[in-house]
Nanobody, 120 residues
Framework: QVQLVESGGGLVQAGGSLRLSCAASTRTFSTYTMAWFRQAPGKEREFVAAVSWITNYADSVKGRCTISRDNAKNTVYLQMNSLKPEDTAVYYC????????????????WGQGTQVTVSS
């Protein structure tokens, strides 16, 4: 069982930046693909970015967000720049074994989510 705890969400003005963190409680963190998803009110959960030994991004955040991981700290990060009001959502950290996939049903472990609100 892997527990994931997100932090770093908050309220920011459009054009601003936030860095989300997700700490994982597993000694085999480096073997997991880690991802960020988000869910806005009334919308389905959507893929944002993932990292294994490579990275993958949704087109909507490509060039504005950077996912990274620190295996020594069992932590994955999502640096978000040039934020837009449409980035407002609850952001979830997720983990899975194996290759990067963008479907939420492929991920076995989820955090509780952290709210990101971007004001115009």
């Amino acid at each position: 069982q892997v527990q994931l705890v997100e932090s770093g969400g908050g309220l920011v003005q459009a054009g601003g930046s936030l860095r989300l963190s997700c700490a994982a409680s597993t000694r085999t963190f480096s073997t997991y693909t880690m991802a960020w998803f988000r869910q806005a009110p009334g919308k389905e959960r959507e893929f944002v970015a993932a990292v294994s030994w490579i990275t993958n991004y949704a087109d909507s955040v490509k060039g504005r967000c950077t996912i990274s991981r620190d295996n020594a700290k069992n932590t994955v990060y999502l640096q978000m720049n040039s934020l837009k009001p449409e980035d407002t959502a609850v952001y979830y950290c997720a983990a899975k074994r194996g290759v990067i996939q963008s479907g939420s049903n492929e991920y076995n472990y989820w955090g509780q989510g952290t709210q990101v609100t971007v004001s115009s």
